[in-house]
């Protein structure tokens, strides 16, 4: 139990619960991804939780992944595999709940999402002795579980720069060379403030190689970029990440849009000799007016979406493709839209709508916009609404995809509160 917080000369106290933090987070300068979830059993014991289990979400996003340590799990325990679509944790996963389960002799596991930011990392399950104590004494308990999940949730995503145990537990299937390299470029396909929230999706998980996004956001403005190389395989990736290195370099140094769409032509051309190409769509956001501004270079027209449908296709003249130094001497063109607060853009690759069925027919735009706009309008957060429509997007060609596929959709003035439990 806490004790008071001051003693009898009125000095303030650390309570139990700050010293097990204190515990928590000076341990964690000495662990690495793996020593984590010893270090989490310890702080859950002495807040009255145990047994506690992290279950970190795979990259499709189709299972919950038991995080253990290399010890294995403990004595009578068997942690399976979690389906995000068929277990309550994967519902508390789908929608970003706080949920509880009923167990024997009175007690409950709690599942608290697993949160990086806005990005969904999975789940945390605690055990409590009864239903009561989690929102007993003005809700204290929920308290620390939530403050434990986030925590929890950024010391995995820290230590996982300096181990490839996370990572490889995330996996479910052999990862190829090209799509290792896409993923560690990748920032992560989920943010939001309270003027913007940003969701992407990628696949073929595993082997993708030629697709890419990325995005930075500012004090006032949030750029964007969608890229798709020709082919697939090393080559293909080898050219996206030249185009993401080239477009973050420009983004940094302050470049406007055109300029930096320049200079990713420059150095892809430079690099390729004119041999490679990819198309790409370059997009800022004005975060306080809501002005959207975009140059294409040869890649598909994203949509502008409100009040539940396509408002419009956003057109501009395209340029050339990126590496084939039709840029260098001509001024590219540039849109521009006005965005009201609640409006949604979405950038997509041309192995989105392009996709067929073993029968030939297209996944098609109509399908896409149908899906999005139908999984947001039912209250789904935005990383759900993406992963549904990759989910879709997969059975449709019936797990296979014939070429890469990207979505980045992107939304103005959005209910961040929705992203949080």
Same mark, same amino acid.
């Given at each position: 139990?806490?004790?008071?917080?001051?003693?009898?000369?009125?000095?303030?106290?650390?309570?139990?619960?700050?010293?097990? =933090?204190?515990?928590?987070?000076?341990?964690?300068? =000495?662990?690495?991804?793996?020593?984590?979830?010893?270090?989490?059993?310890?702080?859950?014991?002495?807040?009255?939780?145990?047994?506690?289990?992290?279950?970190?979400? !795979?990259?499709?996003?189709?299972?919950?992944?038991?995080?253990?340590?290399?010890?294995?799990?403990?004595?009578?325990?068997?942690?399976?595999?979690?389906?995000?679509?068929?277990?309550?944790?994967?519902?508390?996963?789908?929608?970003?709940?706080?949920?509880?389960?009923?167990? !024997?002799?009175?007690?409950?596991?709690?599942?608290?999402?697993?949160? !990086?930011?806005?990005?969904?990392?999975?789940?945390?399950?605690?055990?409590?002795?009864?239903?009561? !104590?989690?929102?007993?004494?003005?809700?204290?308990?929920?308290?620390?579980?939530?403050?434990?999940?986030?925590?929890?949730?950024?010391?995995?995503?820290?230590?996982?720069?300096?181990?490839?145990?996370?990572?490889?537990?995330?996996?479910?299937?052999?990862?190829?060379?090209?799509?290792?390299? &896409?993923?560690?470029?990748?920032?992560?396909?989920?943010?939001?403030?309270?003027?913007?929230?940003?969701?992407?999706?990628?696949?073929?998980?595993?082997?993708?190689?030629?697709?890419?996004?990325?995005?930075?956001?500012?004090?006032?403005?949030?750029?964007?970029?969608?890229?798709?190389?020709?082919?697939?395989? /090393?080559?293909?990736?080898?050219?996206?990440?030249?185009?993401?290195?080239?477009?973050?370099?420009?983004?940094?140094?302050?470049?406007?849009?055109?300029?930096?769409?320049?200079?990713?032509?420059?150095?892809?051309?430079?690099?390729?000799?004119?041999?490679?190409?990819?198309?790409? /769509?370059?997009?800022?956001?004005?975060?306080?007016?809501?002005?959207?501004?975009?140059?294409?270079?040869?890649?598909?027209?994203?949509?502008?979406?409100?009040?539940?449908?396509?408002?419009?296709?956003?057109?501009?003249?395209?340029?050339?493709?990126?590496?084939?130094?039709?840029? =260098?001497?001509?001024?590219?063109?540039?849109?521009?839209?006005?965005?009201?607060?609640?409006?949604?853009?979405?950038?997509?690759?041309?192995?989105?709508?392009?996709?067929?069925?073993?029968?030939?027919?297209?996944?098609?735009?109509?399908?896409?916009?149908?899906?999005?706009?139908?999984?947001?309008?039912?209250?789904?957060?935005?990383?759900?609404?993406?992963?549904?429509?990759?989910?879709? =997007?997969?059975?449709?060609? &019936?797990? &296979?995809?014939?070429?890469?596929?990207? /979505?980045?959709?992107? &939304?103005?003035?959005?209910?961040?509160?929705?992203?949080?439990?």
């Amino acid at each position: 139990m806490t004790r008071d917080h001051t003693d009898g000369s009125g000095h303030v106290r650390l309570s139990d619960h700050e010293r097990a =933090l204190a515990r928590l987070m000076r341990g964690a300068h =000495l662990a690495g991804d793996h020593d984590l979830p010893r270090l989490f059993e310890e702080y859950a014991a002495s807040i009255g939780v145990t047994p506690i289990r992290l279950y970190l979400v !795979d990259l499709q996003q189709r299972v919950l992944v038991p995080f253990l340590g290399p010890a294995g799990p403990g004595k009578d325990e068997n942690p399976e595999t979690l389906s995000v679509d068929a277990t309550l944790a994967g519902r508390g996963y789908q929608r970003v709940e706080i949920l509880t389960q009923p167990l !024997d002799r009175g007690r409950v596991r709690v599942w608290v999402p697993l949160l !990086d930011g806005t990005e969904r990392l999975g789940m945390l399950a605690a055990t409590l002795p009864g239903a009561e !104590d989690l929102d007993a004494h003005d809700g204290a308990m929920r308290t620390r579980l939530m403050t434990f999940a986030a925590l929890a949730a950024e010391l995995v995503m820290t230590k996982t720069l300096y181990g490839d145990t996370v990572v490889r537990l995330r996996r479910t299937a052999p990862m190829g060379l090209a799509a290792e390299t &896409q993923w560690s470029m990748l920032p992560p396909l989920t943010f939001s403030n309270g003027q913007v929230t940003i969701s992407g999706g990628l696949e073929p998980a595993y082997e993708v190689g030629g697709d890419t996004v990325d995005y930075a956001v500012d004090a006032r403005t949030a750029h964007l970029a969608i890229f798709d190389g020709m082919g697939h395989g /090393l080559r293909s990736s080898q050219l996206a990440a030249m185009a993401v290195a080239s477009y973050r370099n420009a983004r940094r140094t302050g470049q406007d849009l055109t300029r930096t769409v320049r200079l990713v032509d420059e150095a892809i051309s430079l690099s390729f000799g004119g041999e490679a190409f990819l198309t790409g /769509l370059l997009a800022e956001l004005d975060c306080e007016s809501g002005r959207f501004t975009w140059i294409s270079a040869g890649h598909p027209a994203p949509l502008l979406l409100r009040d539940g449908g396509v408002l419009k296709e956003l057109h501009v003249e395209p340029s050339l493709p990126l590496g084939l130094s039709g840029l =260098l001497d001509e001024r590219p063109s540039i849109g521009t839209e006005s965005l009201e607060p609640g409006d949604m853009v979405l950038l997509y690759s041309d192995g989105v709508v392009d996709a067929r069925s073993p029968t030939g027919q297209f996944f098609g735009i109509d399908r896409l916009v149908g899906l999005v706009t139908r999984h947001l309008g039912a209250g789904l957060p935005a990383p759900e609404t993406m992963r549904r429509v990759i989910t879709s =997007l997969l059975d449709h060609q &019936q797990g &296979q995809l014939d070429d890469d596929a990207s /979505l980045l959709l992107v &939304q103005f003035r959005p209910d961040g509160t929705a992203l949080l439990p």
